[in-house]
């Protein structure tokens, strides 16, 4: 049974979309044109995983599905993206990550992502989730929403997964270093969950069957949970320090040409013009060899390869060509820059 789904982030998208709109300045861009990508990026993640799980569950009597969920408790924040609730009242706390490009796990339990071009380490969403564990078993002990069975709660067993996209390649470590049985495709979830109850020790059955609570019991507990959901309001203009009183830049008459040349012109202060690595000089062309793009500089007639840094996150960029226009992008922060044109 589906007690809630996720909410809407169609408004959120919208704003984000309306500021772009803004005669922003260079970092301001970046950070609503990043804001914007990451948004998009977990939406379609989480939209995927809640496909497998209500396909799998929303019909079952025996479990309850909460998505995005966001609970606040004494100054903390947890934002759960999936929760699962079965019979024998386990609580399955399910983070999405849309890895799409794919992840290793070193035997330190340290992750990475690759960008296309190279691995990058993040916050380990093993870690983050075991946090939201926290928050939410302190909320329902709180709260005093286990459910009872003589007057003697029952206990609730908590169980963390991190759920990645089925087209993701996970490079995991040595199992003896360090375990990722709880990191699994979004596909193969329901498979373990059928599988867990398989391996179930005969000994033990009578001792789930007498926990075993009714699906009403789990109806219950779920809405319970669903009721801590608090909402995030967020004012984006804040957050990346937009004035009210800023304007789009059309106008009646048209585009507002002298903001335009203004932007422009503070979006060339950020990015300068290349230059060749021999002499310094920027009588150059930008061409592509056997080993990726390098500059052909016509004053001193030589060629040097092109590794130019990201001058937002000053992370190592890549070069795309778009017809003879060159762009700096940077896969860590996914801001894109005007480079080079050649003439």
């Known amino acids: 049974m589906i007690i809630k789904t996720k909410d809407s982030m169609v408004g959120a998208q919208q704003e984000l979309e309306g500021l772009l709109q803004l005669p922003l300045n260079t970092k301001q861009r970046f950070l609503v044109e990043r804001e914007l990508k990451i948004l998009i990026a977990g939406e379609r993640g989480e ?99 286990a459910p009872k069975r003589l007057g003697i709660p029952l206990p609730i067993q908590y169980k963390p997964y991190v759920l990645v996209s089925p087209k993701s390649r996970i490079i995991r470590p040595n199992v003896k270093a360090f375990s990722t049985d709880n990191v699994i495709k979004v596909d193969q979830y329901k498979t373990l969950m059928d599988k867990q109850f398989d391996d179930v020790n005969p000994l033990n059955i009578v001792g789930n069957i007498t926990k075993m609570v009714s699906s009403q019991t789990v109806e219950d507990l779920a809405r319970g949970i669903a009721a801590f959901h608090r909402p995030a309001a967020i004012d984006y203009r804040a957050k990346f320090g937009i004035s009210e009183q800023l304007e789009p830049r059309q106008q009646s008459g048209g585009i507002d040409r002298k903001q335009v040349a203004s932007s422009v012109a503070s979006e060339s202060k950020q990015v300068k013009s290349p230059k060749c690595g021999k002499c310094n000089g920027r009588k150059i062309q930008i061409a592509y060899g056997k080993y990726g793009y390098y500059i052909k500089c016509s004053e001193c007639d030589q060629n040097t390869a092109i590794k130019e840094f990201c001058p937002t996150c000053n992370e190592k960029s890549r070069i795309r060509k778009d017809k003879n226009v060159f762009y700096l992008e940077c896969s860590p922060c996914m801001s894109s820059k005007l480079y080079h044109k050649n003439t």
């Open 47 to 145: 939209k995927d995983s809640a496909y497998f799980l209500n396909f799998a569950y929303g019909k079952s009597l025996n479990w309850a599905l909460i998505h995005d969920l966001r609970i606040e408790w004494q100054g903390r924040v947890a934002q759960i993206d999936h929760l699962a609730i079965n019979r024998l009242l386990h609580v399955y706390v399910l983070e999405t990550k849309n890895y799409f490009y794919g992840m290793k796990i070193n035997n330190l339990g340290e992750f990475n992502i690759w960008n296309g071009k190279a691995y990058i380490g993040i916050e380990s969403p093993i870690e983050q989730n075991k946090r939201h564990v926290s928050v939410l078993e302190e909320r329902i002990e709180a709260r005093k929403l």
